[in-house]
């Protein structure tokens, strides 16, 4: 059974940095690109990076290019985002979802089930 | 960047009903890469629809998928208890990968 276990959501003030980790099981991990989506409590569906299988080539949402880095440790079936200079509008549930087999241009057949980050002051 | 528009944005139906959902698009989407999303408070979102027109393992019949080019449609066939929720369109033909807004399908 595959599972995505995502953690490190925690609160955190405007201009800090946290990383968040994705602990996949179930499914041979480096055979998949992963993605991380995100949800404003409240609101729709935001989508905001993605990792191919072998962490060659990553993508990220316009809203946080140039803050947000992520990438994977394929020996211990992890998935990361470091996260830097948050903002209030960064606030979602973040979730990590299993992408295709050796293929970027898939739908999300597996997501786990969210770590909050709450940007406050 | 592609838009996706959905409409309505909330539809009240009685169970046993047939639901029509829309995703339109800003522009052309390959209907390789369209796909449609069920959630249901505090859970994470399930793919139903991928291909725009290929069910998930799992997925009712009642659910399916059609369109392409800029107009793309979910229909729900005959609505059942569990399927009043959240329904997502995604494109994802490429970087960004975009999600409409959903449409809320609710117990009239």
């Known amino acids: 059974e595959v599972q995505l276990v995502e953690s490190g959501g925690v609160v955190v003030q405007p201009g800090g940095s946290l990383r968040l980790s994705c602990a996949a099981s179930g499914f041979t991990f480096d055979d998949y690109a992963m993605h991380w989506v995100r949800q404003a409590p409240g609101k729709g569906l935001e989508w905001v990076s993605l990792i191919s299988w072998d962490g060659g080539s990553t993508y990220y949402a316009d809203s946080v290019k140039g803050r947000f880095t992520i990438s994977r440790d394929n020996s211990k079936n992890s998935l990361f985002l470091q996260m830097n200079s948050l903002r209030t509008e960064d606030t979602a549930l973040y979730y990590c979802a299993k992408g295709g087999y050796y293929d970027i241009l898939t739908g999300y057949y597996n997501w786990g089930q969210g770590t909050l980050v709450t940007v406050s002051s | 960047e592609i838009v996706l528009t959905q409409s309505p944005g909330t539809l009240s139906l009685s169970p046993g009903e047939r639901a029509t959902l829309s995703c339109r698009a800003s522009q052309s989407v390959s209907s390789t890469y369209l796909a449609w999303y069920q959630q249901k408070p505090g859970q994470a979102p399930r793919l139903l629809i991928y291909?725009?027109?290929s069910r998930s393992t799992g997925i009712p019949d009642r659910f399916s998928g059609s369109g392409s080019g800029t107009d793309f449609t979910l229909t729900i066939s005959r609505l059942e208890p569990e399927d009043f929720a959240v329904y997502y369109c995604q494109q994802y033909g490429g970087s960004p990968f975009t999600f409409g807004p959903g449409t809320k399908v609710d117990i009239k």
């Open positions: 291909g725009a027109s």
